[in-house]
């Protein structure tokens, strides 16, 4: 198992009757997890990992977790979706991917209606130009809902991403930073 936090980059072993990761996160019945084996590796420090017997990671502190295998539902849990393209911001890091929703749900829908506290992210590429993390590829990313800052819909055709979209009825809005209410350049109405 891989884990994001703000920090760290946790890798280690659980002993659990689960097979999905997003079930180990979502079902946890103690705040926290327990690996085992366990390597740190600070985020954008280039020092060799730090290694552990066991370490205890609080649920609330993982930003995402990583699976590099997809894992299908158990025979007779499967549930029709519909796929939907997502962006996720979850400071320091983005995340693009698949979500999977209810047939009569939209992502609007769902993101009002949160039932699970990680919610997977399937064919994902994460990184953080910040950390200098570059792109890396997963099957699927367990993102911790209560960590994420924006979840939007993603168009892969549109080259700015979720930035720069406005809503065909938008109306420009005065900055307030400009002095004597003076419209910023390109809003005016001539």
Known sequence: MTLYTEQYVVRGAIETHEHRVTDILNEADQPFLVLEAVSLEE????DAPTR????????GSILFAVSLQAVEPARGL?????AARAFVSIPPFRVI????????????DSLADPRTPFIPVTDAVFWSDRLQHGRQHAAMVAVNQARAQILAPYDEDDPAGVAGRAAPSAVPTRLPSVPGGAEPPGTGSG
């Open 43 to 46: 985020l954008g420090s280039g």
């Open 52 to 59: 552990a017997e066991f370490a205890q990671i609080t649920l």
């Open 78 to 82: 499967r549930t029709l979706k519909v």
């Open 97 to 108: 991917g698949t979500v999977h929703l209810l047939p009569e749900r939209t992502l609007r």
